[in-house]
Each structure stands twice: as structure tokens, then as C-alpha cells.
């Protein structure tokens, strides 16, 4: 089974937490997709990453396919639902993935610092244009702030509920 990795789970040690035996295949683009950062529903707490499709005709998210468990399909976390999609690797392959998206998004806002730090380093990490990473940078600033943007990493390994995330 593909997954199509972005945001946070580009950062390698990210990644391992959720999808220890992930393989990357190639990055890939998600077209007519854009990162933004978001709020769960109603909430206004935090933002968090989420992969819109609506409002992004002419956009394109990047991030990997990796190769996961089936098993990952049945996955839960508070907040969020498993999509599928198409993208397009950079190998010139199409591949159809699972992801994670918001449920409800909500209002444009940032996430906390401890997550947010997560995104660019993963971009970093893995290599993509400058071009793109200016254009994440520039989504998150466009987004309202986030009311406890200093707040603590979670403690403990993290869990299905968004207060372990």
C-alpha cells in the first residue's frame, strides 16, 4: 500500500514514530493540492498540517510515497481521516496513496512551534526546492497565529489523540 507523505511525516524521525517500516519510492506531487495549516473543526487551540483540495486548482503538494503496511489503512487519530488520491512521482509514475487530511478543517491558523519546527526541517532533510519550501513558509505565515504557540512537546510516545500529538 502507498502512502503519500507530507508535512510533518517528511521528517525522518517524524515518520519512524507512526510508519516505523515506511520505504520511500520517489517524491511524488499531489496536483491541485496545497498544504495549509489549519484548525480541527471548531477548535482554535492549534493548526495543524492538512493536504486542501478545495480552493488549490493549479497547485501541487509535494511530498514522498512510501511504501506501508496495509495494516495502517485502519488507523485513527482525533481529527483526521484517511483520504486517497493520485500523485505523480517524480519517476514519471502515477501512484494511488492513502493520506492523512482534517476531518472538519477549519480556520487557517499555525500550529504549535514544536510541530511547525517539524515541517521545515523534514523539507530540508529531504531535499526539496527551495521554491516550495518558501512557498510552505509563506502559507504558514499567511495563517492565524496560534494562541500557545510556545506549548510543551507532548511527554510520552505519541498516541491517537490529538493531546499526545
Known sequence: MYYFGYCTYLLESELRKYLPEAVAVTKAKAVNRQIQ?????ERTDRGWCHLADTGTYGKAAQGIVFDVDDAHLKDEFDDFDIVFL???????EHYDCFTYVLSEPGIRMRPPRFYW???????????FPEGYQAEVL??????AECPDF???VPAGKPGRSADSR
Open 86 to 92: 493520485t500523485v505523480r512521482g517524480d519517476d514519471g
Open 37 to 41: 495549516f489549519r484548525a480541527a473543526g
Open 138 to 143: 509563506q502559507t504558514f505565515d499567511e495563517a
Open 117 to 127: 519546527e517539524r515541517v521545515p526541517q523534514g523539507l530540508a532533510e529531504q531535499g
Open 150 to 152: 510556545d506549548r510543551p
